[in-house]
C-alpha cells in the first residue's frame, strides 16, 4: 500500500486560515490517501483511519466527502481518482454497494499481500467474508480488466446515494476544465444506471401519498448498514426488536468472535443488538436471495425480518434526483456529446417529484418532525415476510433533521424543525449542552454523543434552506469542541489547543472523544476541512451558442460536399454506361469471329501445309467483314433504323 506522498504538498504546505485545525486536518487527510497499484492501473482512496488495519477497505460516505474536501483544496484531479475507485463495485444493474474491498498480490519472492484480507472482519468493518464466496447474480460487478487486482463489496448493502449530489459538488469546486466536464459525463452515465435501479428495482411501485397513515413501504432499507444512523442510536432497539426476538428465540450464534476493534468502536450496541446486525447480514446473504419485491397491489415480500423507511435515505435520494437534473442540464449547455435527451430530463424531473414526495410522506405533522417508519412485516408459511403497511418510530434523534438535505419546499416545515434545534427542554430539544449537536434529543441527564458527521449533514442542510446563523451555529461549534475552545463567538481558532483528536464522536458533556481506543478519523477530518474552508459560488459558464453565420456557413459547406457527391456519382455513371456499351460490342466480335469459322477452319490433311506458310491463308471475305469501317456502318444503320 503506498502513500501519495509526492502529492501531499499541494495538501499540506497550503494554509487559507492558518489556524492549528487546518493544518493538522490537512497532515491527516493527506496521508491517509493510499493506492494500490496494478500493472495497468492505480485505485486510489482514503484510508478510514490513521492505522493499516483497514487497509483496502472503501467506505463509500468517507470517500465522497473526503473527495469533495479535495477538490476545495484544489485537488480535483484526487476526486475523480476516488470516484473511479469508488465505481469499481458497481454492478451490472446499476446498484452500487456501501463497501469495497479492494486487494492486490504483488508478484516478488516474498508474495507480500496488500490490501483488504478475506475475513469476517477488517478493523471495525465488516469483512469481505461476511458477504459470501459469490454475489448475487443481479448484482455481480464487472471484473477489472486487471487480472492482479481483485475487487469485492458489501453485495447485499447499497450505499446511501450521495452520489449524484457530490459528484456534481466536486464539478463545481474543481476549474471546471474540459477534462472536468467529461468526467462529470463519465459518471452521469453510471448514475444514471444507479438511479434507474434505485427507482425501477428497489421502489418500482411506490405510492405517492403524502400523508403517513397511507405511507406504502418506498423506499425500503433493509440492513443499518445502508443508513447513517450510528448503530448505539436508541432507534435500533425498537427498528430491530423482532430481529432480536428472533435470533433469542432461535438461539442463533453467528459462530464468530466479535474483535476487539468492533467493541471498542464508539457506537458498539451490545451484544443483543449486534447480533440482530450480523443475523440480518448473514440472512440477506443466505441463498443470495435478497430482492425486496413490489407489485401492483401495494405490498411488500422479502426474505429477511427487517424494512424501515429511512428519512435521511429519503432526502438524500430527493437531492440526489435533483441534483441529476442538474448535471443534465450542465452538459446541455456545454453542448456535450453525451448530454440528456428532452425526454431524458422529463424522465428525471418526474423521479424528482417522486422521491420528494416520498420524503414527505415522513412528516408527522402532530409532532412538527419528520420520522422513521418501521415496515410491519409478517411472516409466511414458505418463510418470507410480507407486508402493505408501516408504523412511525417516533424515536428523537438528530438523524431525523437529515430530511433538510434537501432543500424544503414549505418553508413552515424548517421553521418548526429549526426550533427544535434551540430547544432546551421537551422530547424534541436538541440544544442540551455546550456544544451542538447532541445525536439524541430530549436533554436528559444523560449524556448523548456529538458526532461530527451528524453536524455536518444538519449545518449543511440548514444552509440550503436559508438558515444561514443557525447553520453557522452547529458548524462552528463542532469546530470550537474539537480545539478545545468555548463555544462562543470570541473564541479564535487559531488559539487551538496543539494536539489535537478528530474522533468519530465527542461526549456531550465532558467533551471529550468517545470510544477506546481513539484514531484519527479520515471522515471527520475531511468533514471539518469542508466546514472550515470557504466554499466558492456554485455556478458554471455555458457554452455560447452555435451563432447564425455559423449555421450558414455550415450549410453552405454541406451543400458544396453534396454537389461534388453528386458529380462524382455522375461521372462513375457515365462511365459505367460506356463500359457496358464496350461490352456490347466485344461481345459482337465474338459473335461474328463464331459465324465466319468455317471459312478458316482447315481439314487435318491441310495441316501440314498451314503450318508451313504461317497462319494460313485467311479469305478476303472474313477479312473484310473485320473491317472497323464496316462495323461502324452496321451500327449506324442499325441506329437509323431505330
Request: glycine letters at 4%; one cysteine or more; hydrophobic letters at 35%.
Amino acid at each position: 500500500m503506498t502513500s501519495f506522498l509526492q502529492d501531499s504538498s499541494s495538501i499540506t504546505n497550503a494554509s487559507i486560515t492558518n489556524t492549528p485545525l487546518e493544518s493538522q486536518a490537512r497532515s491527516i487527510l493527506a496521508s491517509a490517501i493510499h493506492s494500490i497499484p496494478s500493472a495497468t492501473s492505480s485505485y486510489s482512496y482514503p484510508r478510514a483511519y490513521n492505522s493499516s488495519n483497514v487497509d483496502g477497505v472503501v467506505d463509500s460516505t468517507t470517500l465522497l466527502i473526503a473527495a469533495r474536501t479535495l477538490s476545495k483544496l484544489g485537488r480535483s484531479d484526487l476526486s475523480w481518482d476516488f470516484l473511479r475507485t469508488l465505481f469499481l463495485g458497481q454492478s451490472s444493474n446499476g446498484f452500487l454497494p456501501r463497501l469495497i474491498y479492494l486487494n492486490h498480490t504483488n508478484t516478488d519472492n516474498k508474495q507480500k499481500f496488500e490490501g483488504a484480507a478475506w475475513s469476517d472482519f477488517i478493523g471495525s468493518y465488516p469483512g469481505p467474508k461476511l458477504f459470501g464466496s459469490k454475489p448475487p447474480e443481479e448484482h455481480a460487478i464487472n471484473p477489472s480488466l486487471d487480472a492482479e487486482t481483485k475487487v469485492w463489496s458489501s453485495n447485499t448493502i447499497m450505499a446511501t446515494p450521495h452520489h449524484a449530489t457530490s459528484i456534481l459538488e466536486i464539478f463545481y469546486l474543481s476549474n471546471q476544465t474540459s477534462d472536468d466536464v467529461d468526467n462529470l459525463s463519465i459518471f452521469y452515465s453510471k448514475l444514471q444506471n444507479w438511479h434507474t435501479y434505485l427507482h425501477q428495482q428497489t421502489i418500482s411501485n411506490c405510492s405517492d401519498a403524502r400523508h403517513a397513515n397511507d405511507t406504502f413501504p418506498c423506499l425500503i432499507v433493509r440492513h443499518p448498514l445502508e443508513t447513517e444512523i450510528d448503530m448505539k442510536s436508541p432507534l435500533w432497539e425498537s427498528a430491530l426488536m423482532n430481529v432480536t426476538q428472533i435470533v433469542r428465540d432461535k438461539k442463533w450464534n453467528s459462530g464468530m468472535s466479535i474483535p476487539k476493534e468492533v467493541k471498542d468502536s464508539f457506537d458498539y450496541p451490545g451484544d443483543d443488538i449486534y447480533n440482530s446486525y450480523i443475523y440480518l447480514l448473514q440472512c440477506l446473504n443466505e441463498g443470495n436471495n435478497n430482492v425486496t419485491s413490489q407489485n401492483h397491489t401495494n405490498y411488500t415480500k422479502q426474505f429477511c425480518p427487517f424494512g424501515m423507511l429511512d428519512v435521511g435515505v429519503s432526502a438524500v435520494l430527493a437531492k440526489a434526483d435533483m441534483d441529476m437534473l442538474m448535471i443534465g442540464q450542465i452538459l446541455a449547455d456545454k453542448n456535450h456529446l453525451t448530454r440528456p435527451t428532452m425526454d431524458e430530463m422529463a424522465y428525471t424531473k418526474a423521479r424528482t417529484n417522486r422521491s420528494m414526495d416520498m420524503l414527505h410522506a415522513l412528516w408527522d405533522e402532530d409532532r412538527g418532525s419528520f420520522f422513521n417508519r418501521l415496515v410491519t412485516l409478517t411472516q409466511t408459511d414458505d418463510g418470507w415476510y410480507n407486508s402493505n403497511a408501516t408504523m412511525p418510530l417516533e424515536t428523537s434523534i438528530a438523524y431525523n433533521f437529515f430530511s433538510m438535505i434537501d432543500p424544503m419546499l414549505n418553508s413552515s416545515l424548517v421553521a418548526k424543525m429549526s426550533m427544535q434545534l434551540l430547544q432546551r427542554s421537551g422530547k424534541l430539544s436538541f440544544n442540551c449542552g455546550s456544544y451542538p449537536l447532541w445525536s439524541v434529543g430530549g436533554c436528559t441527564n444523560n449524556s448523548s454523543p456529538i458526532i461530527p458527521l451528524v453536524n455536518y449533514r444538519v449545518s449543511t442542510g440548514l444552509i440550503r434552506n436559508g438558515e444561514l446563523g443557525l447553520g453557522a451555529y452547529v458548524s462552528y461549534g463542532l469546530l470550537n469542541l474539537i480545539c478545545g475552545l468555548p463555544n462562543s463567538d470570541e473564541s479564535n481558532l487559531t488559539n487551538c489547543r496543539e494536539n489535537l483528536d478528530f474522533a468519530d464522536a465527542f461526549d456531550g458533556a465532558s467533551s471529550l472523544p468517545i470510544g477506546n481506543n481513539i484514531m484519527q478519523s479520515s471522515r471527520t477530518t475531511a468533514v471539518v476541512l469542508d466546514l472550515l474552508l470557504p466554499t466558492k459560488e456554485f455556478a458554471y459558464e455555458s457554452e455560447p451558442p452555435i451563432s447564425a453565420s455559423s449555421v450558414i456557413f455550415l450549410i453552405a459547406a454541406e451543400l458544396v460536399v453534396a454537389f461534388a457527391v453528386g458529380v462524382v456519382c455522375l461521372v462513375l455513371s457515365l462511365n459505367l454506361m460506356r463500359r457496358a456499351n464496350a461490352d456490347e460490342e466485344g461481345d459482337e466480335f465474338v459473335q461474328l469471329v463464331n459465324e465466319h469459322q468455317h471459312l478458316y477452319e482447315e481439314s487435318e490433311d491441310d495441316e501440314d501445309a498451314a503450318n508451313a506458310s504461317g497462319i494460313g491463308a485467311w479469305s478476303l471475305e472474313l477479312i473484310s467483314s473485320m473491317s472497323p469501317m464496316k462495323w461502324f456502318s452496321r451500327n449506324s444503320a442499325s441506329a437509323n433504323n431505330s
